[in-house]
DNA sequence: TTCTATGCAAAAATTTTGCAATCGT
DNA sequence: ACGATTGCAAAATTTTTGCATAGAA
């Protein structure tokens, strides 16, 4: 959904289309939410696909460096996450209760980001923007049902 | 500044007032910027202050659960970062190339959040938002001048 | 074939914890 | 004095790296 096909974004020469590459990119595709290398890694071996998590790590710089995924406004305990570049964004609202997040899909600043590109003359390639707060189960009893 | 005093923010009962706490509060409170319990515990040492990085990390957690700090969009390699939640917000603008940070003043979606917290019926307590790009400096050559 | 990517295991870096001693109230 | 907080050192967790092998072009 707005996220072109694996094949599609790495027609470059040096970018070798590996099977690791390409699970890894695949589980990102399907993920609204951000993802830490641990939570990649477990999804695919319970997919059975053998992968190590070090190439996951490899894959993720990979990625970073390649502008197919940035590293996401940290949500997973003090792991690091990331999530694709789509080319319509979305941001997240994150329950500090549960830890559930919900996909946003409108951007409130986009033209603000011009604006400010202006006026700074930074040459502003992308920005991050999360909401925190209580989800309608977490509210009043502040209970906090982790569901790690 | 916003910032309330140390001693203002902290009248609370259960709260001891160590020199430690008072010391990181400090740090925080004189940064425009997010900042790791390493950075954290450099300055501090540097001030000729005594401390240790595992009480560092003990205040983060207790200042996080006090509302004082939150985890800020992470720009510091993989340390996790925190910064101030202080009355009138602040926004960053990064530069991947020399990890400069700029503090952004204005907040372009706050009447965005009221009306994502009608919708979702979340009770939205904060949101983070930053701009990363590259700034005069390191545009054209894309040169990278770490500032470490 | 050639050169890059992977897997494994070991290392480095970051964060957490147990326990005795110290400090704030 | 009492109970919470600190410092130290050790443990746990997360991320990176070296090297031999496997795999893509």
Redesign the interface.
Known sequence: MGAQSFSEQFSDKDMRMTKQRKWVYEVFSESEVPLSAEKIYRTLINEEKSISLSTIYRILRFFTTKGVI??G??TDH?K?VYELRRTEHKHH?V??GCEKV?A?N?C??QS??ES??KS?????????????????DC?GGRESKKNK
Do not use: M, W
Request: net charge positive; proline share 6%.
């Open positions: 940035t590293r406004a940290t003090h690091a609202l329950c500090v919900v946003v409108n409130p600043v603000y980001q400010l590109q700074t003359r930074f040459d502003i390639t992308e920005h991050r923007l999360a909401f925190f707060g209580y989800c309608p509210q």
